[in-house]
């Protein structure tokens, strides 16, 4: 790829780090539309949580490699929510929701329409980062309780949550707050992710679900 014009020290690192990251080489390859595919797959190879989800929500869904791998790994009968600010072209057979995830009517109508029957619930929303770590910290935490508030109104009993994080200090109350509600809270870095990144998976299972739903 030529590009014409001078180029700063750090956006030549960035296209050269990408020209090497061999994620991103092996997603076109696969056909997965980014490299974040491969970070849900070493997740569920772990804990094996796709397969047996009858109903799915994908939280920060664009540009759309997490609905790919749901799509690819659940049952054909299962069903697929995405949320994303962005509009994409998910896979056949996911339904993609447009929308201010932070809007309370929105997640309002999402939570009416599950009815508390999600076996998992998955968020890799993260803000626009903004070079500051502190502040990227704190607006993914805000992000990451938003997307546990909603797991909670939604998750049957015995279902799982996945919620990606930038470490930064505060997160131990959330985990706190975590191990509350599921039988087993854990930390997961996949090899995928960038080394240098903060970002770190946390994995949430067995929901205790203290209330009860009419289906």
């Known amino acids: 790829m030529k ?8 956006s030549r690192m960035w296209l050269d780090r990408r020209e090497r990251d061999p994620y991103l080489k092996k997603a076109r390859t696969d056909g997965y539309c980014s490299r974040a595919a491969y970070k849900l797959m070493e997740i569920d190879d772990k804990f094996h949580l796709i397969k047996r989800a009858k109903s799915i929500v994908d939280l920060g869904a664009a540009p ?7 799509s690819r790994r659940a049952e054909k009968t299962s069903q697929i929510t995405a949320v994303d600010l962005r509009n994409f072209q998910p896979p056949d057979g996911v339904l993609l929701v447009t929308g201010d995830f932070e809007d309370d009517d929105l997640r309002q109508a999402l939570i009416n329409r599950l009815n508390g029957a999600v076996d998992l619930v998955a968020s890799d929303m993260a803000p626009t980062t903004l070079g500051h770590p502190r ?3 704190l607006r993914i935490m805000r992000l990451a309780e938003a997307a546990y508030s909603f797991a909670q109104d939604t998750l049957a009993r015995g279902g799982n949550f996945i919620v990606k994080i930038f470490q930064g200090g505060d997160e131990k109350c ?3 707050s975590l191990k509350n509600n599921f039988h087993k809270v ?3 870095k996949p090899k995928s992710s960038r080394s240098e990144s903060s970002e770190i998976y946390i994995v949430a299972l067995d929901f205790k679900a203290h209330r009860e739903f009419d289906f």
Do not use: P, V, Y
């Open 186 to 188: 854990l930390f997961f």
């Open 3 to 10: 590009i014409s014009g001078k180029m700063s020290l750090s």
């Open 135 to 137: 502040t990227d910290h």
């Open 64 to 70: 759309g490699s997490w609905c790919q791998l749901f």
């Open 174 to 176: 959330f985990l706190d």
